[in-house]
């Protein structure tokens, strides 16, 4: 298993603690209100909306939050307006590659936190295009093992347009092109299985391993970049021994 999936399992399982904290429903509801402005407020007619509003409602997130995120970013309700996506690439210890998707509305604040985070961290930020060539965009279903038959969910989503489907510890993960993810999932959830996340996201080509020190201050930058309120998403192309990331989940 890849690093850089087994640190996304990990987080995946921190998210309750994370949504106490409120750091999770906030990623969440801007998620949705730049989803709603950009593609209206419509679920059916507006996928990323949509995905947003599924991965809301499995982290136990009130309906009442969600509709007022969609009318943020309709206009219905002011504060939708003044939020912006940007990017950033750096690299970690070791040469790590890193790619971060926030959501700000202040641009020159997040950039200076980001900043801030690499350097303190034995990071650094780089220029546009200096590591996004390592990944590639995929659509990824992550469905629940518990009473999942592997094979009829092979033949579901392979029928359905998946490139390949990951046996990974409590989870199955089916990937897919962009513009298969929706048909897939459809066909993944009309089958009921229980999808525990599906989204878009990024995935290495080529991946860097990083053991002892380095690792362990990498984890450390991961987990920094990951509980800025402003950092949606963090897609790095690491490998590591599997007994520093169980060391970094029981932390």
């Given amino acids: 298993m890849a690093g850089h999936s087994k640190w996304a399992q990990i987080k995946h399982k921190k998210a309750a603690m994370d949504a106490k904290r409120g750091k999770l429903f906030t990623k969440l509801i801007r998620e949705i209100t730049v989803a709603a402005r950009q593609g209206g407020g419509d679920p059916e007619a507006n996928p990323r909306l949509r995905t947003a509003i599924a991965n809301a409602r499995a982290n136990n997130m009130p309906?009442?939050?969600?509709?007022?995120?969609?009318?943020?970013?309709?206009?219905?309700?002011?504060?939708?307006?003044?939020?912006?996506?940007v990017s950033y690439e750096g690299y970690g210890p070791g040469g790590v590659a890193l790619l971060i998707e926030a959501v700000t509305d202040n641009r020159n604040r997040t950039t200076a936190d980001i900043r801030h985070i690499l350097s303190r961290n034995g990071g650094s930020l780089g220029?546009?295009?200096?590591?996004s060539w390592i990944f590639d965009r995929k659509g990824l279903i992550v469905v629940d093992k518990e009473g999942t038959d592997e094979e009829e969910l092979f033949m579901i989503a392979v029928d359905a347009g998946a490139e390949d489907v990951l046996d990974e510890d409590t989870t199955f993960e089916v990937y897919?092109?962009?513009?298969?993810?929706?048909?897939?999932?459809?066909?993944?959830?009309?089958?009921?299985?229980?999808?525990?996340?599906?989204?878009?996201?990024?995935v290495p080509k080529t991946t860097v391993q990083v053991q002892g020190k380095e690792a362990e201050r990498l984890i450390r930058l991961l987990d920094a970049l990951e509980d800025n309120d402003d950092v949606q998403k963090v897609?790095?192309?690491?490998?590591?021994?599997?007994?520093?990331?169980?060391?970094?989940?029981?932390?």
């Fill in 127 to 131: 220029e546009k295009g200096c590591v």
């Fill in 235 to 251: 897609y790095s192309n690491f490998e590591m021994p599997d007994e520093l990331l169980e060391a970094a989940e029981a932390a």
């Fill in 176 to 202: 897919t092109n962009p513009e298969d993810f929706e048909q897939v999932r459809k066909a993944i959830e009309e089958a009921e299985f229980k999808i525990s996340r599906a989204e878009l996201t990024m």
């Fill in 63 to 85: 309906w009442d939050n969600i509709e007022r995120a969609i009318k943020r970013g309709t206009g219905e309700l002011e504060g939708g307006a003044s939020l912006e996506e």
